[in-house]
């Protein structure tokens, strides 16, 4: 079994920058995906970003360039550094791990003031 756990999540005004830390543990060999999907009120769950155990990186469209995902495989933790933030960034913002199978976080809860 393995548990996905997100941490980082807040309230911030427009402009502004968070943190997301996700860090999976448990009976582990190797997680070849790690990244993060939002879902915000009334709205499907969208890809943000994703990155290999390789380094290689996946943005979504209305991210590029503002956001930065990056991974620490030895601590099986990955982050994304949320820059310029705007209130359409508002959503709980979802960890997974895919080893395979998927694995998910509970979700973080981002909120952007304007």
């Known amino acids: 079994q393995v548990q996905v756990v997100e941490s980082g999540g807040g309230l911030v005004q427009a402009g502004g920058s968070l943190r997301l830390s996700c860090a999976a543990s448990g009976s582990i060999l190797s997680i070849n995906l790690m990244g993060w999907y939002r879902q915000a009120p009334g709205k499907l769950r969208e890809l943000v970003a994703t990155?290999?155990?390789?380094?290689?990186?996946v943005y979504a469209d209305s991210v590029e360039g503002r956001f930065t995902i990056s991974r620490d495989n030895a601590k099986n933790t990955v982050y994304l550094q949320m820059n310029s933030l705007k209130p359409e960034d508002t959503a709980v913002y979802y960890c997974?791990?895919?080893?395979?199978?998927?694995?998910w976080g509970q979700g973080t809860q981002v909120t952007v003031s304007s």
């Open positions: 997974h791990a895919f080893t395979p199978p998927y694995y």
């Open positions: 990155i290999t155990s390789g380094g290689s990186t």
